[in-house]
């Protein structure tokens, strides 16, 4: 994303269409981080037994980082013999064309190793290590140009490794270290260096009354939006929602999330001056709307949608995921349920081609195949992953990498297997 951000957000394309050239997926959630492909020509019905494959890769390493693919090359992390790496393939044959060390190895009960996916930006790509190594390397060779530890500004490592995606825009890289005076920070993308830092406090309820402590930061990913016609970063942490001047980092407006616990993960999903946001553990889903004088109010919250880590996706006014009850279709202005799906087990989901790509957490590697309709569920093929990783923590980590759509391929992964498959009509 990236230079063209900058150039096209003030047009207000950024949540509306693609900003990259139709065969990129340049970082974390696709060109918009939306997890909308431009991608079409594609399959509406599956046939027995799932697409073709085309490729397998078996040396990815331990973790949960998903893709980037541009010009050709794939991008991802993954942790090799204690040190976490990330990976560069070819897109078409998945045969490694270089790794690069980023940062050591994060040990974790439910799985070791990355957690976030890499973002390419014009001859560079970004990455941060679940331990918080934010570093910049040549996307074409591999080398380091720059590699900052976010903990050395008072970051502390998250219970589960720092997990969100960078976002850059313009000549800035943006991470979320979680320090006291830095909930948010945004780094000169050519040489690593501050450029601002934003402090962020949420007020909590402790014994009746009402206290101001830093943002505590957990998982999500930073989302670049125009709310009241102003450039602006949308993050969200344990216990607030807030944007930041694009500028300078200054608070614009904030929404406390007091539901926020154990981990709030999903990446907010936002249309004109509206904020959607949602976790699981019980806390449920807020919609947000930022008024012009940045003041901010709740149009609804329930418990309905409860989204845990497979991300959701906003198609019109509709949004698609899974909560804990089931897979669902939820109006995004009235947070009406329209239908909801029990039999397909919970996970992760992205869009293309008026379809819907449903991977299921549980390790049977079983993929679905849905059309985005407001109206049912409706599945046009299913299957299952060939082999499973061996890679499985104490605790039982799942296959939780989000699948990618692109250039008539999908791509899922399982731990040190990547897959890719020809979901392409021909």
């Known amino acids: 994303m990236n230079q063209r951000i900058s150039a096209l957000i003030v047009s207000a394309l950024l949540l509306s269409t693609s900003i990259a050239r139709g065969d990129d997926w340049p970082q974390w959630r696709g060109p918009n981080r939306t997890d909308i492909s431009p991608a079409t020509g594609l399959l509406k019905e599956w046939p027995e037994g799932g697409p073709e494959l085309l490729w397998t890769f078996r040396d990815a390493g331990q973790g949960y980082s998903s893709f980037a693919v541009v010009d050709g090359k ?80 008072g970051g502390i490592v998250p219970k589960w490794g720092y997990s969100e995606s960078v976002l850059v825009d313009g000549d800035k890289v943006l991470c979320s270290p979680g320090a006291e005076d830095a909930t948010v920070v945004a780094f000169n993308k050519m040489n690593g260096e501050v450029i601002w830092k934003a402090a962020v406090t949420a007020e909590l309820e402790k014994d009746g009354e009402i206290e101001e402590k830093p943002a505590n930061v957990h998982y999500s990913s930073i989302m670049p939006a125009i709310i009241n016609g102003e450039l602006q970063y949308v993050q969200l942490t344990q216990n607030t929602l807030f944007g930041l001047k694009a500028s300078d980092g200054k608070v614009l407006w904030q929404e406390p999330w007091p539901p926020g616990r154990v981990a709030v993960i999903p990446t907010p999903l936002i249309k004109d001056n509206y904020v959607f946001i949602t976790s699981a553990y019980g806390a449920g889903c807020k919609l947000v709307k930022v008024n012009k004088d940045y003041s901010t109010e709740e149009v609804y919250f329930h418990t309905r949608m409860k989204n845990h880590h497979g991300g959701l996706v906003l198609l019109g006014d509709t949004i698609y995921g899974h909560s804990d009850a089931g897979w669902v279709a939820m109006d995004f202005m009235t947070g009406e349920d329209l239908w909801r799906e029990r039999g397909l087990k919970k996970g992760s989901v992205t869009y293309a081609d008026g379809m819907l790509y449903c991977v299921e957490e549980p390790v049977n590697g079983r993929v679905a195949l849905v059309e985005a309709t407001r109206e049912e569920y409706r599945e046009h093929g299913t299957f299952k992953l060939p082999e499973l990783s061996e890679f499985r923590s104490s605790r039982g980590g799942l296959i939780w990498a989000h699948p990618v759509v692109i250039n008539g391929k999908l791509f899922l992964r399982d731990q040190d297997l990547i897959f890719c498959y020809d979901v392409s009509a021909k």
């Open 74 to 153: 794939l991008y991802t992390m993954g942790g090799r013999d204690e040190t976490e790496y990330l990976i560069c393939l070819d897109e078409k044959t998945g045969k490694e064309i270089w790794s690069t060390e980023v940062g050591p190895f994060l040990e974790n009960a439910w799985g070791g190793g990355p957690r976030s996916t890499p973002t390419v930006d014009g001859d560079y790509v970004y990455t941060l290590s679940g331990q918080g190594h934010l570093a910049c390397l040549n996307k074409n060779t591999g080398e380091t140009k720059w590699n900052v530890d976010v903990k050395s500004l």
